[in-house]
C-alpha cells in the first residue's frame, strides 16, 4: 500500500469537492426554480454563475497538482441535496418552503466553507502558493454567500415563513 500523505488526502478531499460544485450546478438552478421568494431566487441563480467559476478554479488547482480534473461521490453533498429536494417535495406552496430550502443552501455553504478552509490550509503546508489564491478565492466566495443567505432569512424569508409581515 502506497504511503498516504498529505498530498494524497489534498488530492481526495479536492476531487470530493469536485464533485460537489459540479452537482450543486445542477441543484441550484431547481432550487432557484422552486424558490417563491424572487430575492431567493435571485441569490440561487447568482450562486450557481460564481460556481461554475469555482469549478474553474479546481480545475486549475487540479492543473496545478498535475492531476486531471475528476469528482468522486461526495456523500455528505448528496445527503444535502437529497434533503432539499425533500423540503421542495414537502413544503411546495406552503410559508416555510423557501425557509427550509434557504436552510439547505446554508448547509452546504458551511460543507464548502469547512472544505475550502482545509483545502487552503493543506495548500499553505504543501507550498502550493498559487492553489491557496485560488482556494481563498472560492473560499471568501462561498463565506459571502452565507452572509448574504443569513441576512436574507433574517430580513425576510423566516418572517414569511411564519406569516408575518417582514
Same mark, same amino acid.
Not at 460544485?21 to 431547481?30: D, F, I, S, V
Given at each position: 500500500?502506497?504511503?498516504?500523505? %498529505?498530498?494524497t488526502?489534498? $488530492?481526495?478531499t ?20 422552486a424558490?417563491?421568494?424572487?430575492? %431567493?431566487?435571485?441569490?440561487?441563480? &447568482?450562486?450557481? @454563475?460564481?460556481? &461554475?467559476? &469555482?469549478?474553474?478554479?479546481?480545475? &486549475? ?21 437529497? @434533503? ?14 423557501d425557509?427550509?430550502? %434557504? ?6 455553504? $458551511?460543507?464548502?466553507? =469547512? ?10 503546508? %504543501? ?10 478565492q472560492?473560499?471568501? @466566495?462561498?463565506?459571502?454567500?452565507d452572509?448574504?443567505?443569513t441576512?436574507?432569512?433574517? =430580513? ?11
Open positions: 500500500m502506497a504511503d498516504k500523505t %498529505l498530498d488526502l489534498f $488530492h481526495e479536492l476531487k470530493d469537492v469536485y464533485y460537489a460544485e459540479k452537482k450543486l450546478t445542477t441543484n441550484l438552478r431547481k432550487m432557484a426554480k424558490a417563491q421568494n424572487p430575492e %431567493l431566487k435571485a441569490a440561487f441563480e &447568482q450562486h450557481e @454563475e460564481e460556481t &461554475q467559476g &469555482q469549478v474553474e478554479r479546481l480545475n &486549475q488547482v487540479f492543473e496545478l497538482i498535475g492531476k486531471r480534473p475528476r469528482g468522486k461521490t461526495c456523500d455528505a453533498i448528496e445527503g444535502i441535496i437529497s @434533503e432539499a429536494s425533500e423540503i421542495m417535495d414537502e413544503f411546495k406552496g406552503s410559508p416555510a418552503h425557509a427550509g430550502l %434557504l436552510a439547505a443552501a446554508q448547509a452546504v455553504e $458551511h460543507y464548502e466553507i =469547512s472544505r475550502y478552509g482545509t483545502l487552503k490550509a493543506w495548500a499553505e503546508k %504543501l507550498g502550493m502558493d498559487e492553489a491557496v489564491t485560488l482556494l481563498d472560492t473560499l471568501q @466566495e462561498e463565506t459571502a454567500t452572509e448574504k443567505l441576512m436574507l432569512a433574517e =430580513s425576510v424569508i423566516n418572517s414569511a415563513a411564519t406569516g408575518e409581515a417582514a
